[in-house]
């Protein structure tokens, strides 16, 4: 199984760019999420689907955008990037119940100059 | 608020040197604690699941223990392949059932 995957693995971009992170599932996992790693912070929520045509902000989702396309895919947009959105981004999966472990990605790595 | 705090933040070991890494945390109710292991370059990879204090969970050289503050994974006899950095989460009963992650412990192992 492919479980959780993510495209691009790596990107740069320039200040004001925009772009869209994409994750896709194949585990019928009713739950979606977008994470930002930065060092010494670690896994900060930005967004989240708990489930097909619902979303709702996290920690940190200044700067982002989300779209819950269907069961399966779960997309994160950056509209006019930003130097401080320079991060290690993950897609996880997982039931919506609190009991059951999120499944990653293996992360998109974005610099934005 | 949930809040997860992991120690050390960096630990070094020798090959087969025991030790234990902490998570401590604070829920209003647990509704489950979980650990994973995040390699360089790679997502977290969940390990364990652990719902109530007592109860234990093993994986060949690792070890989960909970207790009603505080969560240990225990190594035994590490290997060089065991070095990776080790995240907690925690996810409580009250508010969002979306779980807490602590910073982690980076882990290595000298052959």
């Known amino acids: 199984n492919a479980g959780v995957t993510q495209t691009p693995k790596f990107q740069v971009l320039k200040t004001g760019q925009s772009m869209t992170l994409q994750c896709a599932q194949d585990m019928n996992h009713n739950s979606m999420y977008w994470y930002r790693q930065d060092p010494g912070m670690g896994l900060r929520l930005i967004y989240y689907s708990a489930s097909e045509g619902t979303t709702d902000k996290g920690e940190v989702p200044n700067g982002y955008n989300v779209s819950r396309l269907n069961k399966r895919e779960f997309s994160l947009r950056l509209e006019s990037a930003a130097p401080s959105q320079t991060s290690v981004y993950f897609c996880?999966?997982?039931?919506?119940?609190?009991?059951?472990?999120?499944?990653f990605g293996d992360g998109t790595r974005l610099s934005i100059l | 608020e949930d809040q997860v705090t992991q120690s050390p933040e960096a630990l070094r070991l020798q090959e087969g040197e025991s030790s234990s890494l902490n998570c401590s945390y604070t829920?209003?109710?647990?509704?489950?604690l979980f650990w994973y292991r995040q390699d360089p370059g790679k997502g977290p990879e969940f390990l364990f699941t652990?719902?109530?204090a007592g109860e234990e969970k093993e994986k060949e050289r690792l070890k989960a223990t909970l207790t009603k503050k505080e969560s240990f994974l225990h190594i035994t006899a590490p290997k060089p392949e065991d070095s990776a950095t080790y995240l907690c989460a925690v996810a409580g009963t009250g508010g969002s059932y979306i779980p807490t992650f602590g910073r982690g412990t980076s882990l290595i192992v000298h052959p």
């Open positions: 996880a999966s997982s039931e919506a119940r609190g009991d059951q472990p999120q499944h």
């Open positions: 652990l719902y109530s």
């Open positions: 829920v209003s109710g647990l509704r489950g």
